[in-house]
């Protein structure tokens, strides 16, 4: 168990590294910058799921592997982000990608600690989506949790599935590649159909209409 989260987060690092280091590059910051994006998107949700469970000093802390990951990541998207740019969309791509798993490992990491089902998929969720929180308010944007198309809901249905199994005794890798492709997929599904949750409908949108 502990060789598969610290496997998911560990890439989950480098995925997450890649978009904030490419969301950076494109507010055209230095370096710098873009190495403490990459780290801050990759590592603030991890932080604040170990403080939460009482693993510290954080594993992103004490573990130069996580330091290493998201700035090697960072240094690559500055480097050659041409490249990465000619992926579609590839902020969102990558976003979708590390909150999948990011997602699930926090959900197997709060299991791991014999915390309450319902807390550990909370904290899954949390995991998936405190990084990308730190870094769009470091570039001044609203979070795209409070905005995105099913972004806390994904991750929150991935970590339900690996929060389930683990009570099914399903095999962990079974339910963490299950749940890390759920969240991806809604993630990527709300982003091309625009589905999301309701909003408050403005009077003056109602008037418009008319």
């Known amino acids: 168990m502990s060789t598969l989260v610290l496997v998911l987060d560990l890439v989950g690092t480098f995925v997450f590294a890649l978009a904030g280091a490419t969301a950076g590059v494109r ?21 604040g799921r170990d403080l939460l469970i009482g693993a510290t000093p954080p594993a992103a802390v004490s573990d130069w592997r996580y330091l290493a990951t998201s700035l090697c990541a960072g240094f690559l998207t500055f480097r050659w982000h041409p490249l990465i740019e000619r992926l579609q969309n590839p902020v969102r791509m990558f976003d979708a990608a590390g909150l999948a798993l ?18 550990a998929a909370l904290l899954g969720m949390l995991t998936g989506v405190g990084g990308g929180m730190v ?27 690996v929060v389930i199994g683990s009570q099914l005794d ?33 009077p003056d949108e109602r008037q418009s209409r008319r």
Do not use: N
Not at 149 to 160: F, I, P, S
């Open 27 to 47: 507010q055209r910051l230095d370096i710098f910058g873009v190495a403490v994006l990459s780290f801050v998107a990759a590592c603030f949700g991890g932080i």
């Open 102 to 119: 990011f997602a699930v490992s926090g959900a197997q990491k709060a299991l791991a600690f014999g915390l309450h089902p319902i807390m």
């Open 135 to 161: 870094r769009d308010v470091l570039l001044a944007q609203i979070p795209a949790v409070l905005r995105a198309d099913l972004y806390a809901v994904a991750a929150l249905a991935g970590a339900t599935v």
């Open 170 to 202: 399903l095999a962990p890798v079974v339910t963490t590649t299950t749940g890390a492709l759920l969240c991806f997929t809604l993630r990527m599904l709300a982003i091309h159909r625009g589905w999301h949750l309701p909003r408050p409908e403005i």
